[in-house]
């Protein structure tokens, strides 16, 4: 399990390097989804058919939106010469990320062994969400049930990332 | 083990394209790239070796279930990316209306 | 905005009808199979967006606002709170908690409100998601004309 995920994973950091370095933004963007669906895959290997189910049909309105978008303003990457300015920006960014990357390896040292799972409220959950909700299924349980708060206020963000949208793309005022 | 490095990895390579790049829809697709390296993460998190899909058969019950909570905050997570990537996309094409390019650097320097 | 050509919109009649029927069937099975309020509500909204993509913007007859689905989705996480509300009045006095009978695994009528909780955010999720797509839209045909 642990090999197949990790060879999905490598064609997905090398899928990211080609669309941050992409010369067309369209072709930056489709790469974006290819990303998303092989994490698609990562789910199902993972024993997750509801986020499978979810990433897969987000990812596509996702790239739809995104595409729509590129094509309405320009597919061009701004090119000239790579500067002074832009060495130091590259050569920053990479310090930074060997620090991080750094403190992430040692953190990780802490982490459990991959596949163990040592969850304290897993059991709890698993065990109670059958018996005391009703519902077969655990994710739903845990989300409508023992998790409501979590869900009010995913609808909270949703309502008003829809109300930023309307109020950004609106032209003219309301009569 | 290796695979939290190569999702540490894969993090990392989307925290590059947002310090890096000039184009607005680059850092976009770098900040869903970042996102999608945390949904993994939590994934990789609740798994259990050798567990079947969170989704108890009533006939059978008991034996071994991957970790459900993880599962339910990035079903939300997933979601809301949705809305907050579709939003920052009505920003850019707002922004490439109004100074008809997608350069970080030249939208400051015309300052309109 | 344009449709596109015959055969697409002839490949969309026959696909739309059952991408949404099957966003139904995910949102009310939630509670048994994989799915549920999210997943579903983007499949209904995805069969909608298919539906505008292939026949143009005439078809969803948009009169330049997109006041009928912002006022399904307000309405619809309105309800959500109140079945959450209720759980104060009729259970055991807590938010959110689970107030009908929990009836037998595995049943489509079983798990309290979960179904209803589904069904609400579900439609609610549909509701948002096509108004983020229908204001770029109108958006779009505004600069253009």
């Known amino acids: 399990m642990e090999a197949a995920i990790s060879v999905i994973l490598v064609f997905m950091i090398i899928g990211a390097i080609f669309a941050i370095h992409a010369k067309d933004l369209l072709s930056a963007v489709i790469t974006c989804g290819i990303i998303g669906y092989g994490l698609v895959i990562c789910f199902l290997l993972l024993r997750a058919p509801d986020l499978a189910i979810v990433q897969i049909v987000v990812e596509t309105i996702t790239l739809v939106i995104m595409v729509a978008v590129v094509l309405d303003s320009t597919r061009r990457e701004p090119f000239s010469k790579p500067d002074l300015r832009e060495y130091v920006n590259i050569s920053t960014a990479v310090v930074i990320i060997a620090v991080i990357f750094f403190f992430l390896k040692m953190a990780s040292g802490s982490l459990d062994e991959f596949g163990k799972g040592s969850l304290r409220m897993a059991e709890h959950y698993i065990e109670g969400a059958s018996s005391k909700t009703g519902s077969a299924n655990l994710v739903t349980g845990v989300i409508f049930d023992f998790r409501g708060y979590d869900t009010l206020g995913e609808a909270t963000v949703l309502v008003t990332a829809v109300l930023g949208v309307i109020t950004i793309l609106r032209l003219k005022g309301k009569k | 083990m290796t695979v939290y490095l190569l999702c540490f990895i894969l993090f990392l390579v989307g925290l590059y394209g947002i310090i890096t790049r000039r184009n607005l829809v ?7 790239i970042m996102e999608f390296s945390v949904f993994l993460f939590l994934a990789l998190i609740g798994y259990v070796e050798g567990g079947s899909a969170p989704i108890i058969d009533p006939a059978t019950p008991g034996g071994i279930y991957v970790d459900p909570l993880p599962q339910a905050m990035v079903l939300t997570a997933i979601v809301i990316g949705l809305a907050t990537t ?4 009505s920003v850019i094409i707002r922004i490439y209306r109004k100074y008809k390019t997608l350069d970080v650097r030249e939208i400051k320097n015309l300052r309109g | 905005m344009k449709g596109m050509t015959l055969i697409v919109k002839k490949t969309t009649q026959l696909i739309a009808g059952l991408v ?3 966003g139904i069937y995910v949102v009310l099975h939630g509670h048994l199979t994989p799915g549920g309020g999210f997943a579903g509500g983007v499949i209904i909204a995805g069969s909608f967006i298919l539906l505008t993509l292939a026949y143009g913007s005439d078809f969803m007859k ?6 009928g689905t912002t ?3 307000n309405l619809a ?6 079945i959450a509300l209720a759980g104060l009045i009729f259970g055991a006095g807590i938010f959110f908690s689970n107030w009908l009978p929990a009836g037998k695994a595995g049943e489509l009528i079983s798990a309290g409100v979960i179904p ?3 069904i609400f955010i579900g439609i609610e999720v549909a509701a948002s998601i096509l108004t983020i797509f229908l204001a770029l839209i109108i958006f779009k045909e505004e600069i253009t004309k």
Request: aromatic share 10%; net charge negative.
């Open chain 3, 116 to 118: 209803l909780y589904n």
């Open chain 2, 86 to 89: 579709a939003m920052l996309m």
């Open chain 3, 62 to 67: 948009l009169t330049r606002e997109e006041t």
């Open chain 3, 71 to 73: 006022i399904t989705e």
């Open chain 3, 77 to 82: 996480i309105l309800t959500a709170l109140l």
């Open chain 3, 20 to 22: 949404f029927l099957y």
């Open chain 2, 26 to 32: 680059k850092i976009v697709i770098s900040l869903s």
